[in-house]
């Protein structure tokens, strides 16, 4: 499955004229990277890949929708998968913007 184009350009929309933004093909799908830090992704299994502060992961998972991504077999800690039908506002869709942007930019540049 390709990524949802729609949704990388909600994102876009978002994400435009923060400093350091850049985009880059990832795991299939189209990833938003602040200072090189991936921060959200328009997934190639549909919805979002979203990283997040590992440490509130767990709070994540407990107020929300989203699972633990899972790659080659490991659960990851600090990234999500959010499904397409939870971020179909862009409210929903802009809080997870500003969760994955706000850690993505409390981490050093690459």
Same mark, same amino acid.
């Given at each position: 499955?390709?990524?949802?184009?729609?949704?990388?350009?909600?994102?876009?929309?978002?994400?435009?004229?923060r400093a350091g933004?850049?985009?880059?093909?990832?795991?299939?799908?189209?990833?938003?990277?602040?200072?090189?830090?991936? &921060?959200?992704?328009?997934?190639?299994?549909?919805?979002?890949?979203?990283?997040?502060?590992?440490?509130?992961?767990?709070?994540?998972?407990?107020?929300?929708? &989203?699972?633990?991504?899972?790659?080659?077999g490991r659960p990851?800690?600090?990234?999500?998968?959010?499904?397409? &039908?939870d971020v179909t506002?862009?409210?929903?869709?802009?809080?997870?913007?500003?969760?994955?942007?706000?850690?993505?930019?409390?981490?050093?540049?690459?």
């Open positions: 499955m390709a990524y949802d184009v729609e949704l990388a350009d909600r994102i876009r929309d978002l994400v435009t004229g933004v850049s985009e880059k093909r990832m795991f299939g799908g189209i990833a938003f990277l602040l200072d090189g830090n991936m &921060a959200i992704a328009a997934s190639s299994q549909g919805g979002l890949l979203v990283c997040v502060d590992p440490a509130e992961t767990d709070t994540i998972l407990d107020s929300t929708g &989203a699972e633990v991504a899972v790659m080659r990851m800690q600090g990234w999500l998968r959010v499904a397409a &039908a506002t862009d409210d929903r869709l802009g809080e997870w913007v500003d969760r994955s942007t706000d850690y993505a930019a409390s981490l050093p540049p690459k």
